[in-house]
């Protein structure tokens, strides 16, 4: 175990969440000895999304340890979360002595088995001398091609076991990033050029392949407008003459799904094309071409085949295509079309100046945008506040706004705050989140608490399972989403003062601003989190449809 933790240092791990338990005491036992920060979570599925809002603000493997059963299996909505939105994490699991594995030992499970579908690999560790190996593997595979998230299970006898070890000749396994072939860069510039009104389209891969600047680049040589995804959302900045907003079917602009349709070719870097991006499919295509880069072969193709695929890391094929484009002439009179997205920006606003009560959630991503500074890091999981938020919220740097995507587990918000702040201890962190997530993992404040982890939640709460209330209307029905019970249902603030933490409740918009003031100087004072409650509009909806051109608009705009 002692190798193990001289491979945990050496990959760039300085902090681990996690849970002791009787079958991962070794590995504790050689931690006590390390430089390396440990958190004693109150739940190992926190401790998965801690270490994944820590991989994502650092861009290294995080690390979450629990024990053996009921651990590993509690991990498994993390390890889901990561695999969904290419995140690197590492879960080590202790486990039954060997010998016991197949008598239904105390605590014993195959998590092996149970985690091969959300991890890109998982692994038990059989024999002693193989442990500094596997864990090597693992973070290369964790790191390599769209990175994601490994689980390594420790059966209590091999922890226990002397192997032969020498740190000062060990390192990291390489990392090898593939390049793009010369001709599919030259012909992605041939269709960019030809195009009248091309698009780059910036995923998530452009944020993990740390290429934002390279992407700014590129499209300024170019004249190319810019839009993003969910999960590529700060890999461009939202105030650029070039930044064309977000299409999709709910977390989208009104301007931005109006240019997409009007353009006439697509190049998507390191985009998957999720289902709440593209809606219907035949719309999103239209008569556009495409041009799909992506590290990950196998994702070219698999929503729909694109006009070329490219096999590359998004950093290199950006590299390529700024060289490329440095021998060629400029594309025809970009500016007919950066003005036309312009144009649509100020014909399809969203309004957001609502001075109403209840509170309108627009105000309050208002509120944020106008107060909090470009270096903030954001957090926010799922739900309608989410889709406000990225409808709303703006951002313009990369890591700085972080959700969970595609699997969009309730309860992620708290842990990655705690994950995010930790990584980066002097940076302003904020999470954004509902009133029915905040209770699925509340009992991670402890943690924050504890180790005097501040940041600020702001709570959007309606007192409804908000997104699936408005899913019902499809339905003719209104069906135990209701929350609400006494005046203000459950006591939020009353929660986050029986952790220790601060809390205040809003429910006039003109006071949102100074509550925002509160919390900055409440975190600075204690050194907790606080908590900013927002009463808003209980039955309001979210702009959404089922296409890129039937998003229905419910407030005036």
Same mark, same amino acid.
């Given at each position: 175990?002692?190798? $193990?933790?001289?491979? %945990? ?29 440990? @958190? ?11 270490? #994944? ?20 299996? *509690?991990?498994?909505?993390?390890? +889901? ?9 590492? &879960? ?7 010998? =016991? ?18 991890? =890109?690999?998982?692994? !038990?560790?059989?024999?002693?001398? !193989? ?28 922890? =226990? ?30 269709? @960019? ?28 040589? %170019?004249?190319?407008? $810019? ?5 590529? =959302?700060?890999?461009?900045?939202? #105030? ?9 079917? !709910? ?13 006439? @070719? ?17 719309? +999103? ?107 709303? !919220? ?29 990584? &980066? ?10 009133? +029915?997530?905040?209770?699925? @993992? ?21 007192? +409804? ?11 003719? /029905? ?13 006591? *939020?603030?009353?929660? /986050? ?37 927002? /009463? ?13 051109? *039937? ?7």
């Amino acid at each position: 175990m002692q190798a $193990v933790v001289d491979v %945990l240092a050496s990959e760039g791990v300085d902090t681990t969440f996690g849970c002791p338990g009787a079958a991962i005491l070794p590995l504790y036992q050689a931690m006590r000895e390390s430089d390396i920060e440990h @958190l004693i979570v109150r739940h190992e599925e926190g401790a998965t999304h801690m270490a #994944d809002g820590w991989a994502r603000t650092t861009g290294k493997v995080g690390v979450a340890i629990g024990t053996s059963g009921p651990a590993g299996t *509690n991990m498994i909505t993390g390890l +889901y979360t990561a695999q969904a939105d290419s995140i690197p994490i590492l &879960c080590i699991t202790g486990q039954a002595v060997s010998t =016991k594995l197949h008598q239904e030992a105390f605590q014993a499970v195959d998590i092996v088995e149970i985690a091969a579908p959300v991890t =890109k690999w998982a692994v !038990q560790v059989k024999e002693a001398a !193989q442990a500094p190996w596997i864990f090597r593997e693992a973070f290369r595979i964790a790191r390599s091609g769209r990175p994601g998230p490994v689980l390594i299970d420790l059966p209590l006898d091999v922890q =226990k076991q002397e192997i032969e070890w020498d740190s000062t000749i060990d390192s990291p396994l390489p990392v090898v990033r593939p390049a793009p072939t010369p001709a599919r860069v030259e012909r992605a510039l041939d269709m @960019l050029l030809a195009a009248q009104r091309p698009l780059i389209l910036a995923g998530g891969g452009v944020v993990l392949a740390d290429a934002s600047e390279r992407l700014r680049a590129v499209a300024e040589r %170019l004249g190319v407008p $810019v839009s993003v995804t969910l999960m590529g =959302k700060g890999s461009f900045p939202e #105030d650029h003459p070039l930044f064309a907003g977000m299409a999709g079917i !709910q977390t989208s602009q009104r301007w931005a799904n109006a240019a997409f349709l009007e353009s006439d @070719l697509v190049l998507a870097l390191g985009a998957r094309f999720g289902d709440r991006h593209t809606g219907a499919l035949d719309v +999103y295509r239209g008569e556009r071409k495409f041009i799909h880069v992506d590290i990950e072969p196998t994702q070219l193709g698999k929503v729909f085949g694109p006009d070329l695929g490219v096999v590359s890391d998004v950093g290199s094929f950006l590299d390529a295509l700024e060289v490329a484009a440095e021998q060629r002439a400029a594309p025809v009179d970009p500016a007919v079309w950066v003005n036309r997205i312009a144009e649509l920006r100020e014909e399809l606003p969203r309004r957001e100046d609502f001075d109403t009560v209840p509170i309108k959630a627009p105000r309050v991503f208002k509120e944020i945008n106008d107060y909090y500074g470009e270096d903030t890091y954001f957090v926010t999981a799922i739900g309608l506040y989410q889709i406000w938020s990225g409808q709303f !919220q703006r951002t313009h740097k990369p890591r700085h706004y972080q959700v969970c995507g595609q699997a969009g587990p309730l309860g992620w918000e708290i842990p990655a705050a705690i994950g995010v702040k930790k990584a &980066c201890p002097g940076a302003e962190v904020v999470g954004v989140v509902g009133d +029915y997530s905040f209770q699925f @993992l509340v009992e991670e404040l402890a943690v924050a608490a504890q180790y005097d982890v501040p940041f600020v939640l702001i709570m959007l709460n309606n007192e +409804y399972l908000g997104l699936i209330r408005q899913a019902e209307q499809g339905y003719d /029905m209104n069906f135990e989403v209701d929350l609400h019970y006494d005046e203000y249902g459950t006591d *939020n603030v009353k929660i /986050m003062e029986a952790y220790g933490c601060s809390g205040i409740r809003i429910v006039e918009p003109d006071d949102i601003r100074a509550a925002l003031e509160w919390a900055r100087k409440e975190t600075e004072r204690t050194s907790r989190p606080v908590l900013v409650e927002i /009463m808003i509009e209980r039955e309001a909806n979210a702009s959404m449809g089922t296409a890129l051109d *039937n998003v229905v608009e419910f407030e005036p705009s």
